[in-house]
């Protein structure tokens, strides 16, 4: 089994407390259904897909399995992350499909046009340098391949308010934002054309209900026998906190597709 390293972000009891509110081998909010409609009909079928932050690995099995996909492979900077959704995709029988790669922060270890589609739920928000990373999705996208998927994206720019620092040092994860803008023009002038951003800062305003009630109650109680007093709290406070910043409309989940031409 993973070891539960505590010099890793993503330790086992955060594991287990992001799974508790987003379902089993999730680590982002929405489920299959987000994943649906992020995907917005884009046939996958035959496709070779790149899943760039990868986590527990329950998307790249629902990518093979529901959307058709011919082969994905999983990266993520974790060693813990990477054995979990290798374990997943082996249970699921998809492990021929699926592959997983232990990867550093930085380029993409793939050669040029090695994929039709690169898909990231919710992980660009992890890596600084957002212009370098799009400039390496296109290098390994083929011609007419399509990047998609969903960020954590901010409001405004500069300082953050009070209320959003207060949240940020709650997460205890290494984040970097951007605005809907910054996004579009790095996009852009990586080379991507057809660049669309939905924002879904009023869906998660409503999910972020759904999570709370999640960690709240009879619920709350079974996570505090799984982690312990201490550590539910601590969930449920930094799901308060991003609750406020979600209803101040400061944190903006967005959905984004762009295309090689
Ligand atoms: C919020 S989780 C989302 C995981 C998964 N996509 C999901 O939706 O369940 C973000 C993931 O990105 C990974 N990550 C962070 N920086 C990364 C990088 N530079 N390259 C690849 N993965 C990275 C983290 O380890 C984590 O698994």
């Not at 917005?40 to 998307?59: R, Y």
């Not at 990518?63 to 993520?76: K, T």
């Not at 374990?87 to 793939?110: H, I, N, S, T």
Request: aromatic share 8%.
């Amino acid at each position: 089994m993973p070891n539960s390293d505590e010099t890793y972000e993503y330790t086992e009891d955060f594991i287990a407390a992001l799974q508790w509110m987003w379902g089993d081998g999730y680590l982002s909010p929405g489920g299959p259904q987000e994943v649906a409609v992020l995907l917005d009909g884009l046939d996958l079928t035959g496709c070779d897909v790149l899943d760039i932050g990868s986590g527990l690995g329950a998307i790249d099995v629902l990518l093979v399995q529901e959307h058709g996909a011919n082969n994905v492979v999983g990266i993520d900077i974790e060693p813990p992350l990477i054995e979990h959704a290798r374990q997943r995709a082996v249970k699921a029988g998809v492990a021929e499909q699926v592959q997983y790669r232990l990867v550093e922060p930085g380029p993409l270890p793939f050669e040029d046009g090695s994929f039709d589609v690169v898909f990231s739920k919710d992980a660009i928000i992890q890596i600084s340098d957002k212009v370098a990373l799009y400039q390496d999705v296109l290098r390994v996208l083929r011609a007419g391949g399509v990047f998609v998927g969903s960020d954590w994206l901010r409001s405004g720019e500069g300082e953050y308010s009070d209320q959003f620092k207060e949240w940020l040092i709650a997460v205890q994860l290494t984040f970097d934002m951007k605005n809907l803008e910054q996004t579009r023009s790095a996009l852009e002038r990586a080379g991507f054309v057809d660049v669309k951003l939905k924002d879904r800062n009023e869906w998660y305003r409503q999910e972020i209900k759904n999570e709370l009630a999640t960690l709240s109650g009879r619920n709350y109680a079974e996570l505090i026998k799984r982690i312990g007093e201490e550590k539910a709290a601590h969930r449920l406070r930094s799901s308060t906190l991003k609750q406020r910043v979600v209803e101040r409309g400061e944190l903006r989940p967005t959905h984004f597709s762009a295309h090689k031409t």
